[in-house]
């Protein structure tokens, strides 16, 4: 298991990941690094208290982009069950004039 070592709040870490994750995670260290970055451009200081809040800021962006998946996976589930109504309607239609259809055949061979 390779050991990468990340840099977040000036400090650094030795971090453990999966053969072939260490880019992934390098990355993630950087994103956490710009919100611990953003929490002290805001004036707040300590390790603990800006580490928790930068965990906070994440985990809220990670919320609203869960929330919009969802909202547009609804929208798309309301979208598709529109489409299918129309196509059950059509089809209903469809089924009553082959209905009809059979009623007159059925009659014609009947009076034959």
């Known amino acids: ?9 000036g400090y650094a870490y030795q971090i453990g990941c999966e053969q072939g994750e ?9 994103e956490v690094d710009k919100r611990v970055a953003r929490v002290r451009a805001l004036g707040f200081s300590g390790e603990s208290k ?7 800021l994440m985990a809220d962006e990670l919320s609203d982009m869960v929330a919009e998946k969802l909202s547009s996976g609804t929208q798309d589930a ?6 299918a109504e ?3 309607r059509y089809l209903r239609e469809q089924l009553v004039v082959l209905a009809d259809r059979a009623e007159v055949i059925a009659d014609a061979i009947e009076n034959a």
Do not use: F, S, Y
């Not at 260490?22 to 950087?30: S, V």
């Not at 800006?50 to 906070?56: H, K, P, W």
């Open 86 to 88: 129309r196509e059950n």
């Open 1 to 9: 298991m390779p050991q990468m070592t990340v840099r977040i709040n």
């Open 22 to 30: 260490e880019r992934h995670l390098l990355a993630m260290a950087q």
């Open 50 to 56: 800006v580490l928790v809040l930068a965990a906070l």
């Open 78 to 83: 309301l979208i598709a069950g529109e489409k």
